[in-house]
């Protein structure tokens, strides 16, 4: 006899990926214990995080976060294959998390990545684990692609949204998936959704290329129904109606075990300084699924293969 192993699928989203910490954290919480992890874009960080052993310390750097924190930390270039370097970020991750190898997690871990190449989904489960979670976020048109074996690597959103297949390749005999983009609907969110002001109420001016870019992107909450969208809105919502499609066509053929899905409309792509909110609607996912998620609290066993 062997005891069933459970398994947690973790899912892109953005912003709205800090709601994988509630969702953690609430599972712990009720005494379901996971046994594996896989995650695709910003659930790959928080993933490679808790398998890690240093969600506490993500935890805590994510929730101290200001607007102007994440605005510090957008590397800003035209010329790297996408709007953002990405290197000021995962710079700070590196020294956060400090396993170098998927192989010295405390837990299985995989990250699924896009191979720009083929086309195709690559699973990363050795190797380099910094570099597996900086490919599996990189986001086309937005992060940098990473640069591995000869191929270049994106986001595996854009072929495995909720890595459940991953997960249960990973030796998972039940899965817990966890959906952030089902309440993304087209033309309804912006990369940010506030725009700082000074204390004098006077928007804060930057005259630079950098200054003004920063200023487009946090004035995108102000368009109007009846305007034309940016660019950057436009290739970011068109992104999430392709994964959601995918993810779709992706559950009906493999399902979860258990849908967990977050609700938090208000937080934007690159609204990562709302990470309490993002947590708390994490948690009220798993509180909405208790029914669900108790009986995995008993300890099960499957007779050996």
């Known amino acids: 006899m062997r005891q069933v192993k459970i398994g947690l699928a973790l899912g892109s989203g953005a912003a709205k990926g800090w709601a994988h910490i509630g969702v953690i954290n609430a599972l712990e919480r009720a005494g379901i214990k996971v046994d594996v992890v896989a995650g695709c874009s910003v659930g790959a960080l928080v993933g490679a995080a808790y398998a890690s052993n240093r969600l506490p310390v993500l935890t805590s750097w994510v929730r101290a976060f200001s607007y102007w924190d994440v605005i510090r ?10 709007l953002l370097r990405g290197e ?9 998390m400090h396993h170098e190898t998927i192989e010295q997690c405390d837990l299985p871990f995989g990250a699924v990545t896009t191979n720009l190449s083929t086309g195709r989904e690559l699973w990363l489960t050795e190797g380099d684990l910094h570099q597996a979670v900086r490919a599996s976020c990189s986001m086309p048109g937005l992060l940098a692609p990473v640069e591995w ?22 030796g998972a005999d039940i899965v817990i ?19 700082p002001q000074s204390e004098d109420n006077e928007a804060i001016v930057d005259n630079s290329w950098r200054g003004r870019l920063r200023q487009t992107l946090g004035r995108a909450t ?21 994964e959601n499609r995918v993810k779709r066509n992706r559950m009906a053929g493999d399902p979860p075990d258990v849908l967990i899905q977050p609700l938090c ?36 066993s499957l007779p050996e293969r």
Do not use: C
């Not at 970020?89 to 956060?96: A, G, I, M, T």
């Not at 690597?153 to 390749?169: E, F, K, W, Y």
């Not at 998936?177 to 309440?183: E, G, P």
């Not at 409309?265 to 998620?293: C, N, Y």
């Open 265 to 300: 409309p208000q937080i934007s792509t690159l609204d990562f300084h709302r990470a309490d909110e993002a947590i708390a609607a994490g948690k009220l996912a798993v509180e909405k699924k208790m029914d669900e998620l108790l009986p995995l609290v008993r300890q099960y």
């Open 88 to 96: 000021r970020v995962f710079s700070h991750v590196r020294r956060l």
């Open 73 to 82: 930390l957008m590397d800003f270039s035209w010329r790297r294959g996408g």
């Open 149 to 170: 074996n000869g191929y270049w690597l994106v986001d595996g959103a854009v072929v495995n949204p909720v890595p459940i297949s991953l997960t249960r390749a990973l």
């Open 222 to 242: 102000h368009r109007k129904m009846n305007q034309t969208p940016g660019a950057m809105e436009i290739m970011t919502t068109s992104i999430q109606v392709l």
């Open 177 to 195: 998936a966890v959906d952030l983009q089902h309440d993304a609907h087209l033309m309804q969110q912006n990369l940010l959704s506030i725009t």
